[in-house]
C-alpha cells in the first residue's frame, strides 16, 4: 500500500509570496494533519481535518490555512511568506479521529525554503 | 512554550548497548504517549507508544517505560544497533473535542558505533 504521499519534495519561494502544499493520504484514512518542522526541532501541530473539517489548530497565524477534499486529499496554503515559514511541512494521516487506534502515519514532507 | 522536554540531545552508544532517552511533560490532561524514529529526509515514524494506564510496554527491543506520578516517560533501546542510529522524537497527546495534536519533544540524535 502507499504510503502518505506529499508534492512537491522541495520548494524555493521569495518574501511576500504564496505557496500551496498538497497531500494525498493513506488508502481509507480519513484524517489529515499538518506539522512544520523547523530544522533540528520536532514537529509542530498546524491543523487536523477530519471528514473535511477542521478539527483542530495550532498556534499558528492566519497566513496559514488548509482545507481537505471529498477524496480526503488536503492543501496547505501558506500567505506572505516569510523568511522563519522555512521549513520541512510534514502531513500525516489517520484512520480516524481517535488516535489511540489509529496512530499517525507521516509522510515524507516538502521542504519549503523562503529567500 | 515547550509542553514536552527531552534528553539528551545527543546521543552515542556501543553497538549491542542499551540507549535510553528520557522525556517530561507538564500536562496531566495529556493521555497518548507515542515515540517516532526519523531518519535524514524520511518523515517521522511511529515506534511504540503508550497510555498512562500502564507502567511499561514492550515491543522488540524497544521498551517505554512510563511515571505518571513523575510525569515521565522513556525510551530504551536494547542491544542497540547502527540502523538503530537516527533521531528519536517522544510526543504526547490529549484527546479533545476537537481532535487531537501531538506535542512533540525537540527530539534527539542517536549514533549508534559499530
Known amino acids: 500500500d502507499a504510503g502518505v504521499t506529499q508534492s512537491p519534495t522541495h520548494l524555493i519561494k521569495t518574501r511576500g509570496q504564496q505557496v500551496t502544499l498538497r497531500c494525498s493520504p493513506i488508502s481509507g484514512h480519513k484524517s489529515v494533519s499538518w506539522y512544520q518542522q523547523v530544522l533540528g526541532q520536532g514537529p509542530q501541530f498546524i491543523f487536523q481535518?477530519?471528514?473535511?473539517?477542521?478539527?483542530g489548530r495550532g498556534n499558528f497565524p492566519d497566513r496559514f490555512s488548509a482545507r481537505q477534499f471529498p477524496n480526503y486529499s488536503s492543501e496547505l496554503n501558506v500567505n506572505a511568506l516569510l523568511l522563519g515559514d522555512s521549513a520541512l511541512y510534514l502531513c500525516?494521516?489517520?484512520?480516524?479521529?481517535?488516535?489511540?487506534?489509529?496512530?499517525?502515519?507521516f509522510g515524507n514532507g516538502t521542504r519549503l525554503t523562503v529567500t | 512554550q515547550q509542553q514536552v522536554k527531552q534528553s539528551p540531545q545527543s546521543l552515542i552508544v556501543q553497538k549491542g548497548g542499551i540507549s535510553i532517552i528520557n522525556c517530561a511533560y507538564e500536562n496531566t490532561a495529556f493521555d497518548y504517549f507515542p515515540w517516532y524514529q526519523q531518519f535524514p529526509g524520511k518523515g517521522p515514524a511511529l515506534l511504540i507508544a503508550i497510555r498512562p494506564d500502564v507502567s511499561e510496554k514492550k515491543e522488540g527491543r524497544f521498551t517505554i517505560s512510563f511515571n505518571k506520578s513523575a510525569k515521565q516517560f522513556s525510551l530504551h533501546i536494547m542491544d542497540s544497533q547502527p540502523g538503530d542510529s537516527a533521531t528519536y522524537f517522544c510526543a504526547a497527546s490529549r484527546f479533545g473535542n476537537s481532535g487531537y495534536a501531538l506535542n512533540f519533544g525537540k527530539g534527539t540524535s542517536l549514533l549508534v558505533t559499530p
Open positions: 481535518y477530519y471528514e473535511k473539517e477542521e478539527r
Open positions: 500525516a494521516s489517520s484512520l480516524d479521529r481517535q488516535i489511540y487506534n489509529s496512530p499517525l502515519h
